[in-house]
């Protein structure tokens, strides 16, 4: 046999009787893991007189201290309806009362001035009285005593439905318009702590709840003490 062929016929041998040596050879014993940072264990009688075991600080988690000063306390917030900030009003109220537990937030409408609301109930009656010249002016103008039908009315009823629907959407304009305020009033305890008349702006959720707090913490001054 040649050289090659002693090659290729040991080398299966070879490594089949290492295969049995490592089979039959115990494996070695693992190294016992110790628990990271564990103090070594002394014995209770092995402790000197001032021994004190080592703790864990860990951090308290400390309010924020507005908690309890909601209690007793009311805000109002008075908004214009017809302006469409009843969801604007709705989130300050979920947010005041979720920083202040126990603060009463009261929600109402801020009207607009009386000669704005007078006018406002004004325009449903003068678009009812357009509408009704409109389909029959000619039979109520001479009950009033006017023969001759004037020249804007009879323009109107040239185009009845395009001039009744003009007249109607003309009149909830202006009506919306009347009635609005544009207010974003907020009072605490009866004092007024911003608005959106004064401002021109809406209050920010943080600026907000910073002006209440301020408001319910300042120390009240009571008349005659020192």
């Given at each position: ?60 988690q400390k309010p924020n201290g507005l908690g309890s000063i909601g209690y007793g306390n ?23 009362e979720t920083a202040f537990p126990g603060l009463d937030v009261v ?120």
């Amino acid at each position: 046999m040649d050289r090659a062929q002693l090659i290729l016929l040991g080398l299966p041998i070879f490594l089949f009787c290492s295969d049995l040596f490592n089979l039959f050879t115990p494996p070695p014993p693992k190294p016992q893991q110790q628990r990271p940072h564990q103090p070594p264990h002394i014995p209770l009688q092995q402790r000197p007189a001032g021994y004190v075991p080592e703790t864990l600080n860990f951090p308290s988690q400390k309010p924020n201290g507005l908690g309890s000063i909601g209690y007793g306390n009311t805000v109002e917030i008075n908004f214009c309806v017809s302006c469409s900030f009843k969801g604007t009003a709705v989130t300050m109220k979920k947010m005041l009362e979720t920083a202040f537990p126990g603060l009463d937030v009261v929600l109402a409408n801020y009207p607009p001035p009386a000669p704005k609301r007078l006018l406002a109930k004004v325009v449903p009656v003068a678009q009812m009285g357009v509408v009704g010249m409109i389909v029959a002016g000619d039979r109520i103008l001479p009950m009033i005593g006017i023969a001759q039908p004037p020249a804007w009315l009879n323009s109107l009823r040239a185009n009845r439905f395009g001039s009744m629907a003009s007249t109607w959407l003309l009149g909830n304009f202006l009506q919306s318009y009347l009635q609005s305020s544009g207010a974003f009033e907020v009072y605490c305890n009866g004092e007024q702590v911003f608005s959106k008349l004064k401002e021109g702006r809406f209050p920010g959720e943080i600026e907000l709840r910073d002006v209440i707090s301020k408001t319910l913490t300042r120390p009240s001054i009571i008349a005659g003490s020192y």
